[in-house]
């Protein structure tokens, strides 16, 4: 895939979950409340990333930024597993 590509990707997910972040988002459930959380700080790390990525030299500090999305997608994951609230 090339990197045209993975940009137009980044940006329509961005373009999708903007409505979350904007709010106002009112959620129930603690589990929805740390979810709502989470697709916040993601989407301002996605946006750094499509910042960054605009540059060749970034590369690092874009790993650095995925894998904390990475980490928080096993959060979520293992808060399913144990039991969401």
Same mark, same amino acid.
């Given at each position: %895939? =090339?990197?045209?590509? &993975? /940009? =137009?990707?980044? *940006?329509?997910? #961005? *373009? @999708?979950?903007?409505?979350?972040?904007?709010?106002?988002?009112? /959620? #129930?459930?603690?589990?929805? =409340?740390?979810?709502?959380?989470?697709?916040?700080?993601? $989407? $301002?790390? %996605? $946006? !750094?990333?499509?910042? &960054?990525?605009?540059?060749?030299? *970034?590369?690092?500090? @874009? &790993?650095? &930024? !995925?894998?904390?999305?990475?980490?928080? %997608? @096993? !959060?979520?994951?293992? #808060? +399913?597993? +144990?039991? +969401?609230?």
């Amino acid at each position: %895939m =090339k990197i045209t590509e &993975l /940009r =137009k990707i980044t *940006n329509e997910d #961005m *373009n @999708i979950t903007a409505e979350l972040v904007r709010g106002p988002n009112i /959620r #129930m459930t603690v589990f929805q =409340k740390v979810l709502e959380r989470v697709v916040r700080k993601g $989407y $301002y790390t %996605m $946006y !750094s990333i499509a910042t &960054l990525s605009q540059e060749d030299f *970034n590369s690092d500090s @874009i &790993l650095d &930024l !995925s894998r904390s999305l990475l980490e928080s %997608m @096993i !959060s979520i994951e293992f #808060m +399913k597993l +144990k039991g +969401k609230e």
